[in-house]
């Protein structure tokens, strides 16, 4: 078992590697294309289609094919997409490419994630912000590895297609040892047979993990922008702003294990949601610099767990009595979770062009406080259908 998770931390930092590395050199794939801001935003959407395209139809296809199996294709594919970034000669191209890598990432995603509940139903562990910690490190290992790869003029094709050499061989030598499931995953739920948009649990799931992605979103890449333009921080300290809330961020889902083991769930999201809230809050009510970023930080230690932890109820919904199942509920709760990745942005930067960026800031405040009420609904919705299949199996043995 110790392996097995080991495999899952390996698969979930490669992922993070991945996107960490491409990300930083789009100044370069930039100059590469000759793109203004403009058309730059509009061939970097194609991630972000990619990867909601692909999440719903990968849950369905890791439940029928195992997650083991898409970790291993859906990973050494992102890794052979990743150097074609350096071919694009296009704000055309680069979209079209990015929209390929993002269905790649995207149903990495969502197989890594099956993966891990699958670990932590064995294990007995509740590590999922752990797995997720580390797609934060290996996402600081490829940002690491770009800013180096600047450093040293390495243009983008040349230091991507390093990343991907690497990539396959850690994409191999993990999935090998990716948990799969005890039992055949043929068994069906106990009781009244629901499609997932029929079922409010998830719906509810979804939008916890939604309102965390706008939230985590708006932090990533507002808080920099905010700390130079509304506290009047030099550019070289502003950064450290994001670097502040990344690493909380990470610190607080390793330490994930102990405080949904002591505390639940339950009142781990309603925590963390409430954390989150009140660091967005100070940032922007407070003037001066240095509650920038202890607002910021805070932020990070708040939203650590709104996404993992949602993903985690999801297979927990899902599961079915013979110990399997929860693939179609993860990528369904996925799927709206990656809808914030590409409306937050938008969003908030609407809103800050109408109002100012600190009221826009103060929105995402608000959205991530919002993940405490859905917590609280969820749970109830959750407890609903349980009694529900509870009730139908009684009618059935009667």
Known sequence: ???????????????????????????????????????????????SIGMIASALLSGSLCARYGAKVM?????????????????ATSPLQLGLVLV???????????AMNIAAVTAIRQSGRAIMPVFHAFFSIGGL?????????????LNPLRHLSIVAVIGTAMAIWFARRIPIEDLKPQTAHTGPKKSLVQRPVLWLLGFIALCSSVAEGASVDWSAFFGVHERGIGEASAALIYAGFSICMAIARLLGERIETRWGSQRMLIGGSTIGALGLFIAVLVPAPA????????????????????????????????????ERELGFVTTIAYSGFLLGPPMIGGIASVTSLPVALGVAAVIAWAMAPLTL?????????????????????T
């Open 141 to 153: 290992i490829g940002a690491l590895g770009a800013a180096g790869a600047a450093a040293l003029a």
């Open 100 to 110: 390929v890598l993002g269905v790649t990432v995207g149903a990495l995603d969502v």
């Open 71 to 87: 970790v291993l294709i859906s990973a050494i594919a992102g890794c052979v997409v990743l150097p074609v970034l350096g071919l």
């Open 1 to 47: 078992m110790r392996s097995a998770i080991v495999a899952v931390l390996g698969i979930f930092a490669l992922n993070g590697v991945v996107f960490g590395s491409w990300a930083p050199r789009v100044p370069a794939l930039a100059a590469q294309i000759g793109a203004k801001e403009g058309a730059l935003g509009l061939s970097l959407l194609g991630a």
């Open 377 to 397: 609904l969820a749970n109830r919705a959750r407890r609903r259908e349980q009694q529900t299949r509870q009730q139908a199996v009684e009618t059935a043995t």
């Open 291 to 326: 509650f920038t970023y202890i607002g910021f930080a805070l932020a990070g230690m708040g939203l650590a767990y709104g996404f993992p932890v949602a993903l985690e109820l999801a297979g927990a919904v899902g599961r079915r009595a013979d110990g399997g199942g929860g």
